[in-house]
């Protein structure tokens, strides 16, 4: 069973930085899709950034620019850095991993981030 565990999450104000990480339990093949989701208070949970099985890098258009998603596969993480943060990117983030073809999907317990303006 493969545990996501997410940690990094906390209270930063309007323009700082924090970095979210996501240890995984047990090495994740290239063939499952991993990134980061994230649900603010009251809304549904939306994609934030992941790494595709055909290689390719997804951001949404709220954080481009301002979030970068790395992944380490030897320490099986997979981190987020979120610079120049704004009281709307205030959410729980969930760690992700997902094999459509497989029927395999993994959510972490989340992390709250809270930006004060």
Excluded at 26 to 47: A, C, H, N, T, V
Excluded at 62 to 91: C, H, W, Y
Aim: with cysteine; proline share 3%; net charge neutral.
């Amino acid at each position: 069973q493969v545990q996501l565990v997410e940690s990094g999450g906390g209270l930063v104000q309007a323009g700082g930085s924090l970095r979210l990480s996501c240890t995984y339990s047990i090495y994740i093949p290239s063939s499952f899709d991993m990134g980061w989701y994230r649900q603010p208070p009251g809304k549904q949970r939306e994609l934030v950034a992941r790494f595709t099985t055909d290689g390719r890098t997804n951001y949404a258009d709220s954080v481009k620019g301002r979030f970068s998603i790395s992944r380490d596969v030897v320490k099986k993480t997979v981190d987020l850095q979120m610079n120049n943060l704004t009281p709307e990117d205030t959410a729980a983030y969930y760690c992700h991993a997902e094999n459509l073809g497989l029927g395999s999907e993994y959510w972490g317990q989340g992390t709250q981030v809270t930006v004060s303006s």
